[in-house]
């Protein structure tokens, strides 16, 4: 007679069934081996702060899908039948789930098509959902009283610009003006015989002269905030953080410029008195009189938008101000001190019969007649603006006007010298929200600083914006070190911009233009677009264009004008290019672009027709990663944006802690699964991310749930089974289910269902989950995980069938159990679930946690347990089990019944029953026919409270020899 003591383990560790050691299970549910036996697995607690109920629920389940730890507490989202965003309040005691202010129901939440996270109290939903129209990111914020639904980005800024003159004055033969006037006389030396200088020497010692008479004109500007010279301006949010975003296009300024080249001439008045020595050469005169006048300008802005105040409501809590900035201001002419290239002008010009010209902002618009004198009865009806003509008094004159400046005018056909400024914003004010808001229609503001922009270049410089005028759409997102990481992204062009951040008001035009921006990447063809009321880049004629004109992507190509006021305008295309001074393209007339325009049809215009239909397309980028600013969800700076791999990113995890066995600076616990690879994200200075090698060629699956991070590795789900990530290594933690070659089944068992059903009489038998079954459940798209951080057990449940395979991670066993999971949500350290559950034939969805006060066992401690093949160390040899007994440990309150069953096979292939007690834990008195192999079943109810558990198997037997003397 032998005897063996068997301990009892978990599922499957070896494949085969003739190598695997006894004790081990092919069946082990609603029981876990904790390290000292099968114990109940624990059941799940309902949340006691929330009633725990999202409402009745039919067919359709509601379920948790984030946890968003806030300022104020945390608040739960959910969904109810209906798929519309919920969140989870409480009030005086009540609690209740009320649907989030605001939320648009058009997005309705489809299993698989949305994603959510957080930043703050910043809530983040990822949608795609299919619909162009609201796919991408959607934001929501908390503010302690409930959510808050923002929209996708803060509207535009819709404020234009003008250059006023305040105070004007009337001069005659110049017009009205704003004077900024200085005077000097100078002298010849007297060893010098003015009549024997050159013109070109008479130039030179005007030159020294006049720009010391330019200098002084300008400081005295600038202590004022006005301007003389061309100069941009751009407006832009300032964020709760202190960050500058919702950038608007550069604007061109273009003060003390003529009507001949819009964009460049200088056209100060230079005046010189009459019959100079200088200019006759009489040696007794050696007097000049000099004077110099500037047009000094105000830069004003007004709202263009009345629903811009109603549009930035959702928005005050995140923008807190508005900023113009400007740049330092662009002189048109040559101040290197080189001499002239031809000599200066003295004799007055003739009358021509040049048209007066209204300054106000990009360009010069033609709005009177030259009647000779400006009457001042005639300009006081527009005062607002400057005229002047050619600057040239009619008839007898007493001074000469000189156009002095011709020979220092820059050549811009030779280099783009405006758009160089485009690189050096400075801040010239700061508005708050409120007063930003407050601005009207109908009133121009001027834009003014105390102490003027005489140190300009130590003002808030403005960084550019990326990707300023696109829409996210991203495939997976998380948050790491607070900041927003999206992957797999889509980007898609905004469909309109405002037109008043690309153009100034243009005072009595009263034109009505459709604008067009079409750009291009990667083959994708789309299209912005505005309408303009008295838009100012017109240049009188709608076939004309504007001197300057910006468009925020650098894969604009074209820009086509529609003038619609008069009915029946002619379309114009004029080319955009990219600029290498702003993250955008631009058109800068008369160097090298197309000034005049065309009405043939582009080819990208045709494109966009033919692949667009009207709609705009997504440009996708499904290997690219982007980071946000820190604090800051709405903006992701171009150093945040990474190129993983040449696959495609399916989801991004994180783990709590560093995955790295060293401490070197820069590992990060997230990482990217692609469908080339798993790869390590480390984090620079910046907070950027740098793709390294992929620490595993492993692919998990492409479904929601799939991928779970816990304390300190990450675990995914593909077609091998259940894999773990830890630093760079990766295993597999299901080898013991994976690729199993059981002989054995329940169906081959003899009276198997008939002995279940005695104990539990309403139990599906089939519905049990067999060791080898795990590949098969893992592969279902129903399959998800959870992370029960207090036992410190992985359950892969599905929320289809109601069971789970769970995995203990200190024992390293596996398991099986009755698992109503509908989601599972991380929320260290613990996990919330929604339940689904059945109360009085009703469906109810309650939110459940992992707990270690829950005394309670699934399914009221039910478990059934059954063997593999035990050999009792001699397999091929016959044996007769005279007695088994199962070990317990039980409290002496135990009462619950317990059943034992015994099969015998020669060759597992036939099993025969040999043998089964009620009620008891011995089996005792056996004899008959021997067998080589033995499984036994066992059916209990254990109590978590008393520390029930299964510990092992004791077995006598003796060995049945053939041809041998007994």
Same mark, same amino acid.
């Given at each position: 007679?032998?005897?063996?003591?068997?301990?009892?383990?978990?599922?499957?560790?070896?494949?085969?069934?003739?190598?695997?050691?006894?004790?081990?299970?092919?069946?082990?549910?609603?029981?876990?081996?904790?390290?000292?036996?099968?114990?109940?697995?624990?059941?799940?607690?309902?949340?006691?702060?929330?009633?725990?109920?999202?409402?009745?629920?039919?067919?359709?389940?509601?379920?948790?899908?984030?946890?968003?730890?806030?300022?104020?507490?945390?608040?739960?989202?959910?969904?109810?039948?209906?798929?519309?965003?919920?969140?989870?309040?409480?009030?005086?005691?009540?609690?209740?789930?009320?649907?989030?202010?605001?939320?648009?129901?058009?997005?309705?939440?489809?299993?698989?098509?949305?994603?959510?996270?957080?930043?703050?109290?910043?809530?983040?939903?990822?949608?795609?959902?299919?619909?162009?129209?609201?796919?991408?990111?959607?934001?929501?914020?908390?503010?302690?009283?409930?959510?808050?639904?923002?929209?996708?980005?803060?509207?535009?800024?819709?404020?234009?610009?003008?250059?006023?003159?305040?105070?004007?004055?009337?001069?005659?033969?110049?017009?009205?003006?704003?004077?900024?006037?200085?005077?000097?006389?100078?002298?010849?030396?007297?060893?010098?015989?003015?009549?024997?200088?050159?013109?070109?020497?008479?130039?030179?010692?005007?030159?020294?002269?006049? *720009?010391?008479?330019?200098?002084?004109?300008?400081?005295?500007?600038?202590?004022?905030?006005?301007?003389?010279?061309?100069?941009?301006?751009?407006?832009?949010?300032? *964020?709760?953080?202190?960050?500058?975003?919702?950038?608007?296009?550069?604007?061109?300024?273009?003060?003390?410029?003529?009507?001949?080249?819009?964009?460049?001439?200088?056209?100060?008045?230079?005046?010189?008195?009459?019959?100079?020595?200088?200019?006759?050469?009489?040696?007794?005169?050696?007097?000049?009189?000099?004077?110099?006048?500037?047009?000094?300008?105000?830069?004003?802005?007004?709202?263009?938008?009345?629903?811009?105040?109603?549009?930035?409501?959702?928005?005050?809590?995140?923008?807190?101000?508005?900023?113009?900035?400007?740049?330092?201001?662009?002189?048109?002419?040559?101040?290197?001190?080189?001499?002239?290239?031809?000599?200066?002008?003295?004799?007055?010009?003739?009358?021509?019969?040049?048209?007066?010209?209204?300054?106000?902002?990009?360009?010069?618009?033609?709005?009177?007649?030259?009647?000779?004198?400006?009457?001042?009865?005639?300009?006081?009806?527009?005062?607002?603006?400057?005229?002047?003509?050619?600057?040239?008094?009619?008839?007898?004159?007493?001074?000469?006007?000189?156009?002095?400046?011709?020979?220092?005018?820059?050549?811009?056909?030779?280099?783009?010298?405006?758009?160089?400024?485009?690189?050096?914003?400075?801040?010239?004010?700061?508005?708050?929200?409120?007063?930003?808001?407050?601005?009207?229609?109908?009133?121009?503001?001027?834009?003014?600083?105390?102490?003027?922009?005489?140190?300009?270049?130590?003002?808030?410089?403005?960084?550019?914006?990326?990707?300023?005028?696109?829409?996210?759409?991203?495939?997976?997102?998380?948050?790491?070190?607070?900041?927003?990481?999206?992957?797999?992204?889509?980007?898609?062009?905004?469909?309109?911009?405002?037109?008043?951040?690309?153009?100034?008001?243009?005072?009595?035009?009263?034109?009505?233009?459709?604008?067009?921006?079409?750009?291009?990447?990667?083959?994708?063809?789309?299209?912005?677009?505005?309408?303009?009321?008295?838009?100012?880049?017109?240049?009188?004629?709608?076939?004309?264009?504007?001197?300057?004109?910006?468009?925020?992507?650098?894969?604009?190509?074209?820009?086509?004008?529609?003038?619609?006021?008069?009915?029946?305008?002619?379309?114009?295309?004029?080319?955009?290019?990219?600029?290498?001074?702003?993250?955008?393209?631009?058109?800068?007339?008369?160097?090298?672009?197309?000034?005049?325009?065309?009405?043939?049809?582009?080819?990208?215009?045709?494109?966009?027709?033919?692949?667009?239909?009207?709609?705009?397309?997504?440009?996708?980028?499904?290997?690219?990663?982007?980071?946000?600013?820190?604090?800051?969800?709405?903006?992701?700076?171009?150093?945040?944006?990474?190129?993983?791999?040449?696959?495609?990113?399916?989801?991004?995890?994180?783990?709590?802690?560093?995955?790295?066995?060293?401490?070197?600076?820069?590992?990060?616990?997230?990482?990217?699964?692609?469908?080339?690879?798993?790869?390590?994200?480390?984090?620079?200075?910046?907070?950027?991310?740098?793709?390294?090698?992929?620490?595993?060629?492993?692919?998990?699956?492409?479904?929601?749930?799939?991928?779970?991070?816990?304390?300190?590795?990450?675990?995914?789900?593909?077609?091998?089974?259940?894999?773990?990530?830890?630093?760079?290594?990766?295993?597999?933690?299901?080898?013991?289910?994976?690729?199993?070659?059981?002989?054995?089944?329940?169906?081959?068992?003899?009276?198997?269902?008939?002995?279940?059903?005695?104990?539990?009489?309403?139990?599906?038998?089939?519905?049990?989950?067999?060791?080898?079954?795990?590949?098969?459940?893992?592969?279902?798209?129903?399959?998800?995980?959870?992370?029960?951080?207090?036992?410190?057990?992985?359950?892969?449940?599905?929320?289809?069938?109601?069971?789970?395979?769970?995995?203990?991670?200190?024992?390293?066993?596996?398991?099986?159990?009755?698992?109503?999971?509908?989601?599972?949500?991380?929320?260290?350290?613990?996990?919330? *679930?929604?339940?689904?559950?059945?109360?009085?034939?009703?469906?109810?969805?309650?939110?459940?946690?992992?707990?270690?006060?829950?005394?309670?066992?699934?399914?009221?401690?039910?478990?059934?347990?059954?063997?593999?093949?035990?050999?009792?160390?001699?397999?091929?040899?016959?044996?007769?089990?005279?007695?088994?007994?199962?070990?317990?440990?039980?409290?002496?309150?135990?009462?619950?019944?317990?059943?034992?069953?015994?099969?015998?096979?020669?060759? *597992?292939?036939?099993?025969?029953?040999?043998?089964?007690?009620?009620?008891?834990?011995?089996?005792?008195?056996?004899?008959?026919?021997?067998?080589?192999?033995?499984?036994?079943?066992?059916?209990?109810?254990?109590?978590?409270?008393?520390?029930?558990?299964?510990?092992?198997?004791?077995?006598?037997?003796?060995?049945?020899?053939?041809?041998?003397?007994?």
């Amino acid at each position: 007679m032998a005897t063996k003591n068997i301990q009892i383990k978990g599922l499957a560790s070896v494949m085969s069934d003739y190598d695997c050691t006894d004790g081990e299970l092919h069946i082990a549910h609603n029981c876990v081996n904790g390290g000292g036996g099968l114990q109940a697995v624990r059941e799940t607690t309902a949340l006691q702060d929330i009633d725990g109920y999202f409402m009745e629920s039919g067919n359709d389940f509601g379920e948790l899908l984030f946890i968003h730890k806030t300022s104020h507490g945390d608040r739960y989202l959910a969904t109810d039948d209906d798929h519309f965003l919920f969140h989870y309040v409480g009030f005086h005691g009540e609690y209740s789930w009320e649907q989030v202010d605001g939320f648009p129901q058009s997005l309705v939440f489809d299993e698989g098509k949305y994603e959510i996270s957080a930043v703050g109290d910043v809530l983040v939903v990822n949608y795609t959902g299919g619909d162009m129209a609201i796919d991408g990111l959607h934001y929501l914020r908390y503010d302690g009283e409930g959510y808050r639904y923002m929209g996708q980005r803060p509207p535009d800024i819709p404020l234009e610009f003008q250059m006023y003159y305040d105070n004007p004055k009337y001069v005659s033969g110049l017009g009205y003006y704003y004077e900024c006037k200085a005077t000097e006389n100078f002298d010849v030396e007297d060893d010098v015989d003015p009549k024997k200088l050159e013109d070109r020497q008479k130039s030179v010692i005007l030159q020294d002269a006049l *720009m010391g008479l330019v200098n002084s004109v300008t400081a005295d500007a600038k202590e004022q905030t006005k301007f003389l010279n061309p100069f941009f301006v751009r407006v832009a949010y300032r *964020m709760y953080d202190g960050s500058l975003m919702g950038m608007g296009n550069p604007v061109l300024m273009l003060p003390n410029t003529d009507i001949v080249q819009p964009y460049g001439s200088f056209a100060p008045t230079t005046t010189l008195s009459a019959n100079p020595a200088m200019m006759s050469g009489m040696k007794g005169d050696r007097t000049t009189f000099a004077s110099i006048i500037y047009r000094a300008m105000n830069l004003q802005m007004r709202n263009m938008d009345t629903s811009w105040q109603q549009n930035m409501e959702q928005w005050k809590e995140v923008v807190q101000g508005v900023c113009v900035f400007v740049t330092p201001q662009i002189l048109p002419f040559a101040t290197e001190g080189k001499e002239l290239e031809q000599t200066a002008y003295y004799a007055p010009k003739a009358t021509t019969g040049s048209p007066n010209v209204l300054i106000q902002g990009t360009f010069a618009w033609a709005i009177l007649p030259d009647t000779g004198e400006h009457s001042e009865t005639a300009s006081a009806k527009n005062t607002n603006g400057l005229y002047y003509g050619d600057f040239i008094t009619r008839g007898e004159h007493t001074n000469h006007y000189v156009d002095f400046w011709r020979g220092f005018r820059r050549d811009v056909s030779r280099e783009d010298w405006y758009l160089q400024a485009l690189q050096d914003f400075r801040l010239l004010k700061e508005y708050s929200l409120d007063e930003a808001l407050a601005m009207q229609t109908d009133t121009w503001t001027d834009v003014k600083r105390d102490g003027g922009i005489t140190a300009l270049d130590t003002f808030e410089h403005l960084t550019d914006q990326y990707n300023a005028r696109t829409i996210y759409v991203a495939q997976t997102m998380q948050t790491y070190n607070n900041r927003l990481n999206i992957g797999n992204v889509a980007k898609r062009e905004i469909d309109t911009f405002p037109i008043g951040q690309f153009s100034c008001y243009a005072y009595g035009v009263g034109l009505q233009t459709d604008v067009k921006v079409y750009s291009e990447e990667n083959g994708i063809v789309n299209m912005s677009s505005a309408s303009a009321r008295d838009w100012g880049p017109m240049y009188g004629d709608y076939r004309a264009f504007p001197a300057f004109f910006c468009y925020q992507n650098p894969n604009a190509k074209v820009v086509e004008i529609l003038e619609t006021s008069t009915g029946g305008g002619e379309k114009r295309y004029f080319t955009l290019k990219r600029s290498d001074y702003i993250n955008g393209a631009c058109y800068l007339g008369g160097n090298g672009y197309d000034w005049s325009g065309t009405s043939a049809k582009p080819d990208i215009v045709r494109r966009y027709e033919e692949q667009q239909g009207g709609k705009n397309r997504l440009i996708q980028q499904t290997n690219y990663l982007y980071t946000s600013a820190a604090d800051n969800p709405f903006y992701f700076p171009p150093q945040g944006v990474t190129a993983i791999g040449s696959g495609e990113v399916i989801t991004l995890e994180t783990a709590t802690k560093a995955m790295s066995e060293g401490t070197a600076f820069g590992t990060t616990p997230l990482y990217a699964f692609c469908t080339d690879g798993i790869w390590a994200l480390a984090s620079g200075t910046d907070g950027s991310l740098i793709a390294k090698q992929p620490a595993s060629r492993e692919v998990p699956f492409r479904r929601k749930g799939s991928v779970l991070g816990i304390d300190n590795s990450i675990l995914f789900l593909n077609e091998r089974g259940l894999m773990q990530i830890v630093g760079q290594n990766t295993r597999l933690l299901s080898s013991d289910l994976s690729g199993l070659a059981n002989s054995i089944s329940t169906e081959r068992l003899p009276r198997y269902a008939d002995i279940f059903r005695m104990m539990r009489p309403t139990y599906k038998v089939e519905t049990i989950l067999e060791a080898d079954e795990f590949r098969e459940f893992v592969v279902d798209y129903g399959t998800r995980l959870a992370f029960d951080y207090t036992n410190y057990c992985v359950y892969v449940f599905n929320r289809d069938n109601g069971k789970a395979f769970v995995y203990d991670l200190t024992t390293q066993m596996w398991t099986t159990c009755d698992c109503n999971f509908v989601s599972a949500v991380p929320s260290y350290p613990s996990t919330v *679930m929604t339940k689904k559950t059945v109360v009085d034939a009703h469906y109810l969805n309650m939110v459940h946690e992992f707990s270690l006060d829950n005394t309670e066992a699934v399914d009221g401690g039910f478990c059934f347990w059954l063997t593999r093949p035990m050999k009792l160390g001699e397999p091929d040899t016959l044996k007769t089990i005279r007695t088994l007994m199962e070990r317990s440990i039980n409290s002496p309150e135990f009462t619950g019944d317990k059943e034992v069953c015994l099969w015998g096979s020669r060759d *597992m292939r036939e099993w025969h029953t040999i043998k089964d007690v009620w009620k008891g834990v011995r089996i005792s008195g056996i004899s008959g026919t021997p067998y080589k192999y033995f499984v036994v079943a066992g059916w209990s109810r254990l109590n978590v409270l008393n520390g029930d558990r299964i510990s092992r198997l004791d077995v006598e037997y003796y060995d049945k020899y053939t041809d041998k003397i007994r």
